[in-house]
């Protein structure tokens, strides 16, 4: 009796965890909806409704893609072309090459009248190079509209060559305008002058005197040849008509820029018994071979009878060349 009573009292403690462990069922909550709140809970949660609701989204887009048909297209090409074919004979040994590149671009868009377009492209290509010069659209609804933008687009197409036309001959007439205006240098400058002035005549030495100035007129001329560029070397002879100071002789150089130019040479001087002289001159040009010329000589001698003195005769003149 004891021992059934204990494993009665043990089976019970071993239940008492189990019902310990078991999970609680919350008590059950009541919604309260009105009418219109159910009504509108059920359209919320329709997925057939929420699909129509779709349906103008979809058509509007398909509206636009229909019309996207009739909105103006652009559209471009480039196509490039390289050859190079070998030699066709053993005499021209020599590969031909050939690089060709085209482009175009057009603008199109279709009528929703009538669903027709007019468009002319007209493009012009170089024929060597194969390079794109212009180009110009002509379009319309009508064959009417096509012909009378036909015109302007034609004129569009020729205006660019126009103007490469017109540049061409206005450059083509400055490198005339300037080849006039810069003349090539002769290879030989020759020239023949007069002129007038003053000559200041000294006398050192035993028998010194007094400085004196007389006018006096020369004669003269030289004979250059280009060696480089604008430089001459050559020869000139100067002969004074009056006073003490006669011929000169010299061997000098002459530099010509344009208009003007510029000569100095030393030589002899037949002064007294005979010495030595400078000269340097300016040409300026006046048209058809004439010239305006400033010169400027130094003479120095000394003489051979006694007393012996230094003559020294300085010369400043001016007046006319012509040239040759």
């Known amino acids: 009796m004891r021992k059934t009573s204990v494993i009665a009292l043990f089976s019970i403690l071993s239940a008492a965890p189990a019902f310990a462990q078991a999970p609680q069922t919350p008590p059950a909550t009541t919604l309260r909806l009105s009418v219109d709140e159910a009504v ?24 636009a893609a ?20 070998p030699p066709s004979s053993f005499l021209i040994p020599t590969a031909t090459r050939t690089d060709a ?13 009538f669903g027709t377009q007019y468009r002319l492209n007209m493009k012009l290509h170089a024929t060597g190079q194969g390079e794109l010069l212009s180009g110009s659209v002509a379009g319309g609804a009508t064959a009417e509209e096509l012909e009378g933008d036909l015109r302007p687009a034609v004129r569009r197409l020729v205006a660019p060559l126009l103007q490469d036309r017109l540049s061409d001959q206005r450059r083509e007439a400055r490198e005339t305008t300037t080849v006039q205006r810069v003349r090539p240098l002769p290879s030989t400058a020759a020239a023949f002058w007069i002129v007038a002035g003053y000559d200041w005549t000294s006398h050192t030495g035993t028998l010194a005197s007094a400085p004196g100035s007389a006018f006096g007129w020369d004669l003269g001329g030289h004979l250059f040849f280009r060696v480089a560029g604008p430089l001459y070397l050559g020869a000139l002879l100067d002969y004074s008509l009056s006073g003490p100071n006669e011929l000169l002789a010299a061997g000098g150089l002459r530099l010509a820029v344009e208009n003007l130019g510029i000569s100095a040479g030393a030589g002899y001087a037949n002064l007294a018994s005979g010495g030595w002289g400078l000269l340097g001159a300016i040409d300026f040009g006046l048209g058809s071979g004439f010239s305006l010329r400033g010169q400027v000589s130094w003479r120095r001698a000394s003489s051979d009878t006694l007393p012996r003195q230094q003559i020294t005769v300085a010369s400043v003149m001016g007046g006319l060349s012509l040239q040759f």
Request: proline content about 4%; aromatic content about 4%; overall charge negative.
């Open 40 to 63: 509108s809970m059920a359209l919320d949660h329709n997925i057939d409704l929420n699909v129509d609701r779709l349906d103008p989204q979809i058509s509007d887009t398909r509206v």
């Open 66 to 85: 229909a019309n996207g048909a009739f909105k103006p297209t652009l559209g471009s090409s480039f196509n490039s072309n390289n050859q190079l074919q």
């Open 101 to 113: 590149m085209t482009e175009s671009i057009g603008v199109g868009q279709r009528l929703s009248r």
